[in-house]
């Protein structure tokens, strides 16, 4: 079965530009969520979506939003891009069992560099 | 709430020595725990997960964890290095009804030859 899978793996872009990142969970599971993970902060919970809702929000300012799609593939948006948002942007999926005992399954990440 | 602490950003070892990397954690509820290892630039890999069953948990590649509830620890292990081994490892907890984990800042580990 292939794992999660994100595109592209690498992008720039320039302060005030806008990205948008895309995740594709693995087949069958129904739960997308999105971390930033930077050296300072450590992995940060961005969001969560299950059956093209978000249910979970972390702490990130509202230039940051995601959607799903009926397929459960993902895609996260940002705006007004800061330098701050350099990061590395990591999609994990899940079956959803809605339990703690739920594992969550990470792709290899997108690398952001904003100049 | 919850919350997680890895008690060594890094650990050096040298190869073929045992590798002890310490996570403990905080919640009011029946955890779920789990350790990831992250190679450079790739993404996080699950090593092994605990989730109310035996305490001692086996996983991927030689290592185990023993989930300590009078500790509130959960400490990896590994028997005996291998210069693979050397990556980024972080402790990850859910719990009372959330999957969604709280992570640990990660140990960085070093393997010497």
């Known amino acids: 079965k292939a794992g999660v899978t994100q595109t592209p793996r690498y992008l720039i872009k320039t302060r005030g530009q806008q990205v948008t990142l895309s995740c594709s969970p693995i087949?069958?599971?129904?739960?997308v969520s999105w971390y930033q993970q930077t050296p300072g902060q450590g992995l940060q919970f961005l969001f969560e979506?299950?059956?093209?809702?978000?249910?979970n929000k972390g702490n990130f300012p509202g230039r940051f939003s995601g959607r799903q799609f009926s397929n459960s593939r993902s895609e996260m948006n940002v705006s007004t891009l800061e330098l701050g948002d350099s990061a590395l942007y990591l999609c994990a999926s899940s079956l959803y069992q809605g339990s703690s005992t739920d594992t969550q399954y990470f792709g290899p990440g997108t690398r952001l560099t904003v100049l | 709430a919850q919350s997680v602490t890895q008690l060594d950003s890094h650990v050096s070892v040298s190869e073929g020595t045992p590798v002890l990397l310490r996570c403990n954690y905080s919640?009011?509820?029946?955890?779920?725990l789990f350790w990831y290892v992250q190679h450079p630039n790739k993404g996080l890999q699950l090593l092994l997960k605990?989730?109310?069953?035996?305490?001692l948990v086996k996983g991927i590649n030689g290592f185990e964890a023993e989930f300590k509830k009078s500790e509130t620890s959960f400490h990896l292990t590994k028997p005996s290095a291998h210069m693979s081994d050397a990556a980024e490892y972080f402790c990850g907890l859910a719990s009372g009804g959330s999957y969604i984990p709280t992570f640990g800042r990660g140990t960085s580990l070093i393997v010497h030859p």
């Open positions: 605990y989730t109310s069953a035996a305490t």
């Open positions: 087949s069958g599971h129904r739960s």
């Open positions: 919640s009011s509820y029946s955890p779920s």
């Open positions: 979506y299950f059956s093209e809702t978000q249910r």
